[in-house]
Nanobody
Framework: VQLQASGGGLVQAGGSLRLSCAASGSIYRINIMGWYRQAPGAQRELVAL???????NYADSVKGRFTISRDNSKNTVYLPMNSLKPEDTAVYYC??????????????WGQGTLVTVSS
């Protein structure tokens, strides 16, 4: 199973970016997908998650600005990020809790995509 993230970049404060993450490989079911982030010198933290039935969970710091969605037919999640702030600057990691056809469930991580918000 691989998670391929895209969409990071440099944006000014108040601007927008959209992250995407596509899962591929031997997938039976994607239970949860979403995003974590890690700023320099900080621990990795939850940004947003979405379950297979569409239930979402957000960090308080991004509520009202970020909206996670998923396309189950494409095994892809999207994260439009609006009203970006300098404190959103971090490497964003795609995450998936995925069950394979061998009925083994595990956590998977993408390679990380850098989001830089300038003030």
């Amino acid at each position: 199973v691989q998670l391929q993230a895209s969409g990071g970049g440099l944006v000014q404060a108040g601007g927008s970016l959209r992250l995407s993450c596509a899962a591929s490989g031997s997938i039976y079911r994607i239970n949860i997908m979403g995003w974590y982030r890690q700023a320099p010198g900080a621990q990795r933290e939850l940004v947003a998650l979405i379950t297979s039935d569409g239930t979402t969970n957000y960090a308080d710091s991004v509520k009202g600005r970020f909206t996670i969605s998923r396309d189950n037919s494409k095994n892809t999640v999207y994260l439009p990020m609006n009203s970006l702030k300098p404190e959103d600057t971090a490497v964003y990691y795609c995450y998936g809790n995925i069950r394979t056809p061998h009925l083994v469930t595990d956590d998977y991580w993408g390679q990380g995509t850098l989001v830089t918000v300038s003030s």
